[in-house]
């Protein structure tokens, strides 16, 4: 599993990047951007939480 953000609905509120750094972080233009990485166990938790949290819904893990 991935985690990917819809830099079109995207707010750069910064909330996702604060619960899940290893998954998500600010670009240059302040938005969310996801690891290309895959989700491991350790920070799946995190991940599905800031997906959650995101205000706008820009946040989709899978």
Do not use: H, R, T, W
Not at 39 to 53: C, F, K, P, R
Request: net charge negative; aromatic share 4%; with cysteine.
């Amino acid at each position: 599993m991935k985690g990917y953000v819809d830099k079109d609905i995207c707010i750069g509120c910064g909330i996702c990047p604060d619960i899940c750094p290893e998954i998500f972080n600010m670009d240059d233009d302040g938005k969310a951007i996801g690891s290309k990485e895959e989700i491991s166990e350790e920070v799946m938790d995190n991940a599905l939480d800031a997906e959650s949290q995101c205000p706008v819904d820009a946040i989709e893990v899978k």
